[in-house]
Structures are given as structure tokens and as C-alpha cells.
């Protein structure tokens, strides 16, 4: 009975929405209907387009927000009526926000002195958190020195130096450019991992997101699409939205002609008729959204090798090192796209060409229309 009991325990959520709603206006909900499970040391990212609630679902964690409805839950003790500086939580801001007057070590300590730290043990915390985040010997300097990088690894210090039982982090490398802001995505993921901390990650970086975390919750109108592992995410899409968003894709609409257990066949507009995965669809006579992924096409397959093959005509190649982008037009549609690994160098067709595409019936899936 014990063990079961430590099991409970060791698996039973660190962070629970439940039944989770907020308005700003009494009419329009922002998050609706909002369950949401976090385990102990895991990097959920919750990833949407503007608008869609990820942000204010931060927020309302954080406490500057107040959910209209329901429960939100950090550990066993519910967060209602508790103010955020209560809630020992480190917070990560685009915008860094760090004070301009204090030197590097003074924004690290901060944290620390509100929380009545004694000096000493300030000095050691200060000094591990910036060595970890590899600027021990940045500690003089004020925020106006230093990169924006720099900044926000000193923003990220700041929020980890007080032991956190959880750190949120909101579009924190939105503001560097692309080569620091991966080389920032990777070290944060590996901050996370050495560390064991609980991280809620927010962003609209589809890439960023399959980086960095352990699950991704997909945010759309104030609901969550989907919450999975990135890689289940990716190659399985519950639904057009989430196909869409995540990643790139071939989208083929038609008419389910025929369904036979999990295989559907669907005659598409413009013509042509695909066997594909029924994931989403309604019966016989219904709409669908096809989605494809464009590494998923093969060009000029062998004979019998995929299900799926069709006449296409090359209309533009565009060279992008490690593959060529190859939009075709295929079933009426001329905005069709391969993508063509650069293993071998150049490819042996040009805009014009007359070829045939194909794909297996597992890697095209049949979903709502949006």
C-alpha cells in the first residue's frame, strides 16, 4: 500500500488547471475550459498564434492575472487568493527586465534580498547562478554593457538564483537574433535538464518549441489543441489546425468517397482520388483536409513502391543548401511542395519538367476542414 501511495504521489501532477476560464469583457472568453496536468521537472511549452490564450494562461499561473473561473493548482496547494510574490515563482520576460542601474550581480541578487537572504550566502548563490549561466566574470557590469544574449542569460539567472519551485518563461528569446536565439534555445534546454526545474515555456516559435520541450500544449481560441510529445506532434496531427501549424504541409481538400476501418479514400478537388489515414473526418460524403508533409513525397518513386502516385509538373525550384524546394502542380493544384534532400547535389529536372510524386498511404492524413 505504501509504494502505491509513493507512486501517487511521484506521479500526480505539479501544476493542474482545472475547468480554467478567463474574460476581460464578460462576453469573450480569452481561455475556455482550460485542463491542463504539469509534472514535476518537465519543459511544457505552450505554443500558439497571438491571441490564442497562451500568454494570459501564463499569466494567471504567474498570479497578475485572475482566472474567471476555476482552480489552478501549484503542488498541493491551490493558487487562489495567493499573490504572485507568494507563489515562489521565477519569471523570464522578452524584454528582459532587469534594472539599469544595478550592476549584473545586484539583479541577480534582488530575488534574494526580498527574501531576506543573509549576505553570504547571497555571494555563493550569485556566483553559482551566473557561472551557470557562463558569465562569472560579468558580475560589475550594468545591463547597458552587455549584449542582448548577455542580458538574458542574466535574466535567466535572476530567475532561477532563489531555487524556484518553477519557472515560467514568456517569449524570452523573441528579441535576439536567429543564430544567438538557437545557440539560447539549447542552453536553456540544457540548464533544464541539469537542473530538474519545472519550466512553462511560452511562444509562437513552432521550431523553438520542438527544440526545447519535453510537451508541447498547441494554443487556438483559448483551447488546447493538442498536448503531446514534439515528436507525436509533428508526424501526428489530431487535427487541421495543429497539421497546419506545426511544421509545413501539403494541404489536398476533397470528399471522403469511401471508409474502410482506419483507411479512407478521398476524391480530391480538382481531381484524382488519394487513400489516406482517417484520422479526423466525418462518414462517406463528407469533407476533408488532407495534409502531407513535403519530406514525406517522393519523385519519381519505382513502380509499386507507394499507393499514392499522380502525373505533376515541376513549376519552381529554389535552392536551400541542405534541399531543394520543389513546388509542383499536382491534381489541379500548383502549389504543391517537395522537399527534395541535397544528398547527391543538383536535381536532374528543371522548372517544366514532367514527373510523377508519390507518397505511402500513413504519411497523408485525412482531418477536419478548417
Request: proline content about 5%; charged content about 25%.
Amino acid at each position: 500500500m505504501a509504494n502505491t501511495a509513493a507512486e501517487d504521489a511521484a506521479n500526480a501532477p505539479y501544476v493542474r488547471f482545472t475547468d480554467v476560464q478567463k474574460t476581460y469583457d464578460g462576453e469573450k472568453l480569452v481561455v475556455r475550459d482550460l485542463n491542463l496536468d504539469i509534472k514535476k521537472g518537465e519543459f511544457l511549452t505552450m505554443l500558439g498564434p497571438s491571441g490564442s490564450g497562451k500568454t494570459t494562461t501564463l499569466l494567471m499561473l504567474a498570479g497578475f492575472e485572475v482566472p474567471t473561473q476555476g482552480d489552478i493548482i501549484l503542488g498541493d496547494q491551490s493558487l487562489k487568493n495567493m499573490p504572485p510574490h507568494k507563489r515562489d515563482i521565477g519569471m523570464v520576460f522578452q524584454n528582459y527586465a532587469l534594472f539599469p542601474h544595478m550592476t549584473v550581480e545586484e539583479n541577480c541578487a534582488f530575488p534574494l534580498d526580498v527574501r531576506k537572504v543573509g549576505k553570504a550566502e547571497i555571494q555563493t548563490r550569485v556566483k553559482r547562478a551566473l557561472d551557470m549561466v557562463q558569465l562569472g566574470g560579468y558580475g560589475k557590469r550594468r545591463p547597458g554593457q552587455l549584449s542582448g544574449g548577455q542580458q538574458q542569460r542574466v535574466a535567466v539567472a535572476r530567475a532561477l538564483v532563489f531555487n524556484p519551485k518553477l519557472v515560467l518563461m514568456d517569449e524570452p528569446l523573441g528579441a535576439l537574433d536567429r543564430q544567438l536565439r538557437e545557440q539560447m534555445q539549447l542552453e536553456i534546454k540544457h540548464l533544464h535538464e541539469r537542473l530538474g526545474i519545472t519550466v512553462v515555456y511560452v511562444t509562437h516559435d513552432q521550431g523553438e518549441a520542438l527544440t526545447m520541450s519535453n510537451r508541447i500544449a498547441v494554443f487556438n481560441d483559448g483551447e488546447v489543441q493538442q498536448l503531446a510529445t514534439p515528436d507525436t506532434l509533428y508526424e501526428e496531427p489530431q487535427n487541421s489546425f495543429v497539421a497546419q501549424f506545426i511544421g509545413e504541409n501539403n494541404k489536398l481538400r476533397g470528399t471522403v468517397r469511401s471508409l474502410n476501418g482506419t483507411i479512407c479514400e478521398v476524391d480530391v478537388e480538382g481531381g484524382g482520388a488519394v487513400r489516406a489515414l482517417a484520422v479526423r473526418i466525418g462518414g462517406v460524403g463528407s469533407a476533408t483536409l488532407l495534409s502531407l508533409r513535403p519530406e514525406r513525397v517522393k519523385i519519381n518513386p519505382p513502380s509499386g513502391s507507394v499507393p499514392n502516385v499522380f502525373p505533376a509538373k515541376v513549376e519552381e525550384l529554389i535552392y536551400l543548401g541542405d534541399h531543394i524546394r520543389t513546388r509542383v502542380s499536382v491534381c489541379g493544384h500548383d502549389d504543391f511542395v517537395v522537399k527534395v534532400p541535397n544528398a547527391e547535389g543538383r536535381v536532374p529536372f528543371q522548372p517544366g519538367s514532367a514527373i510523377t510524386i508519390g507518397w505511402k498511404v500513413e504519411d497523408c492524413r485525412a482531418l477536419d476542414v478548417l
